[in-house]
């Protein structure tokens, strides 16, 4: 909701999906995602920065789906 605030699209992706590197000691509730002016922007951004990364254990193999703008 802050994000709608402002008048862009925060975009929450699930845990893991984006690499969040360094993380502070024993915090497992941040999150990093895109925020945008549009949701195809957050789709492509969110396909650019998702990813496994080799120095956070928490990342998903797999990146996300590719989203076409529709």
């Known amino acids: 909701m802050p994000a709608h605030f402002c008048g862009i699209f925060g975009h ?3 845990f893991g999906r984006v690499p969040n590197y360094p993380v502070p000691a024993g915090d497992m509730t941040s999150h ?3 925020m945008t002016r549009t949701v195809a922007d957050s789709a492509l951004m969110l396909e ?8 956070d254990y928490s990342t998903l193999e797999a990146g996300p789906p590719t989203i076409s703008p529709g």
């Open 12 to 14: 929450k992706p699930s």
């Open 32 to 34: 990093v995602g895109p």
């Open 48 to 55: 650019v920065m998702a990813g496994p990364h080799f120095l």
